[in-house]
């Protein structure tokens, strides 16, 4: 037998293994996974296995256990969504070290909080159960290794006018992944913003500074992606040694849309 042959058998001997393994749909299965190019939007739901176990080797990377997996076929590169994706931003503001009114810009420290919806994943509902009779509530988070978010698609969340972004870290990077059985991601960071505020000094000392903060996507329109605001920082929380009045309020509707150069 030559190489030819021998390729060629245990390629017959996969696809036997395949078809009788435990799946009602292997064949059909094999052919979405091997195909190229893979439809990277489509995921092979649990439901199509008899033995969730299968389900598990055709994913690219799991955690918690195997109950949460990314599929082989999965692309970061493109939406996770077919219809319009919903990211939910927060911005958690814990201090306001600075208002430079030289170069017209305000920094915040702050948790920077991104939610969204990612039904290409491949979640195992039983095991998951497993995890949640350990204590968890059933429809709490599931923390994650960080590392995780590199296999995912991540929003292109653009900051407007924004100067410096800066992550912190102590030994590592203060950051955070989280999941739910409902598919959801949310990520966290802990970060030091500077944003550019528009300031006019004509009722000094009395003057009102008026400082928008907004988030949107950098690529996207509005059909594609669109933006919520997650929570308002409790305004009681932040700290500040500046000799301001600083006042937290939600951005009026009128500010909510922005269309850039590019039309998005």
């Known amino acids: 037998m030559n190489w030819l042959q021998a390729l060629t058998a245990l390629v017959s001997l996969l696809v036997q293994g395949v078809q009788f393994g435990g799946l009602v749909r292997g064949d059909e299965i094999l052919q979405k996974l091997t195909e190229e190019p893979y439809h990277s939007n489509e995921r092979v739901p649990l439901s199509d296995l008899v033995d969730s176990d299968d389900a598990f080797r055709y994913a690219k990377v799991c955690a918690k256990g195997d109950a949460i997996c990314i599929p082989r076929n999965y692309s970061k590169f493109d939406l996770p969504n077919e219809t319009q994706t919903v990211v939910n931003v927060g911005i958690d503001i814990k201090d306001i070290p600075k208002i430079d009114d030289k170069d017209f810009s305000i920094t ?11 039904e290409r994943l491949i979640i195992d509902q039983k095991k998951m159960d ?4 350990k204590g968890e509530d059933a429809d709490s988070w599931i923390p994650v290794d960080v590392s995780f978010i590199k296999e995912f698609w991540l929003p292109d969340a653009e900051i407007l006018n924004l100067k410096e972004f800066k992550t912190l870290d102590v030994l590592s990077k203060l950051e955070g992944l989280w999941l739910n059985r409902n598919f959801e991601i949310m990520y966290a960071v802990a970060t030091r913003i500077t944003f550019i505020c528009p300031m006019t000094f004509n009722s000094f000392p009395l003057d009102v500074q008026v400082c928008r903060f907004q988030v949107g996507s950098f690529n996207y329109d509005i059909s594609k992606m669109v933006f919520h605001d997650e929570f308002i920082a409790d305004q009681s929380q932040i700290r500040s040694v500046l000799d301001y009045f600083i006042e937290i309020r939600k951005l009026p509707d009128e500010y909510q849309h922005y269309v850039a150069l590019t039309g998005k």
């Open 108 to 118: 915040l420290n702050s948790f920077f909080v991104v939610r969204w919806k990612d």
């Open 130 to 133: 497993k995890i949640f009779k």
